[in-house]
């Protein structure tokens, strides 16, 4: 009954395609304090374009984007092409991000909050369970990603905690996710996204 194959999974995922985020050249380091960059994964806006939360990956970045504008920060979204490693990804962003604060954004949803000068595994906010969230949390995310790029100490976000394992459904779309994730990540420089909202 949970049999689902990578082909079912990118199926799905062609239907949710949109034209809203495209590619806009190169990313190059920026030396502004107010830059903010969210780092998305391989297949963002590629070949993924819906969380596990059912929100568009246009409808995440947007939250996020909001969230840092409200604070008075700059957000770019670049896609870094070569891990699809989460901590990897925010560790690359921040350190093209002006301000050394990143974004990092999985396609499937999961995000965290990094900073240049820390290790891959060692960021500063963790949203792990992508089935659970909400605009509200990616927006709650951006907020505190600015403050910290002003350098501040915000109260982290915290995943909504439920008293329920997250169910198998999610298992079989996961690893799926992943599999066209490692499939679209190359040795291709990180790219400049543009995000229509």
Do not use: F
Request: proline share 5%; glycine share 10%.
């Amino acid at each position: 009954r949970q049999q689902k194959s990578v082909a079912d999974i990118r199926s799905e995922q062609d239907a949710w395609r949109t034209s809203g985020i495209i590619e806009a050249g190169p990313a190059v380091p920026s030396s502004d304090p107010r830059d903010v960059v969210i780092g998305v994964s391989p297949a963002t806006g590629r070949a993924i374009w819906r969380t596990l939360s059912g929100l568009t990956v246009e409808e995440v970045l947007d939250e996020l984007l909001t969230g840092l504008e409200s604070q008075g920060c700059t957000g770019r979204v670049v896609r870094i092409n070569d891990t699809v490693d989460l901590g990897m990804i925010g560790l690359q962003a921040a350190r093209m991000s002006g301000s050394g604060v990143s974004i990092g954004l999985q396609a499937k949803g999961t995000a965290l909050i990094h900073r240049r000068d820390l290790a891959p595994l060692a960021n500063l906010e963790l949203y792990s369970v992508a089935p659970t969230l909400d605009r509200e949390l990616y927006r709650a995310l951006g907020v505190n990603a600015a403050r910290h790029a002003q350098g501040a100490t915000p109260e982290p976000s915290r995943n909504p905690y439920s008293d329920e394992a997250i169910e198998a459904r999610y298992h079989t779309t996961v690893v799926g996710l992943v599999a066209i994730e490692r499939e679209l990540a190359c040795d291709e420089g990180p790219e400049e996204m543009k995000v229509t909202r």
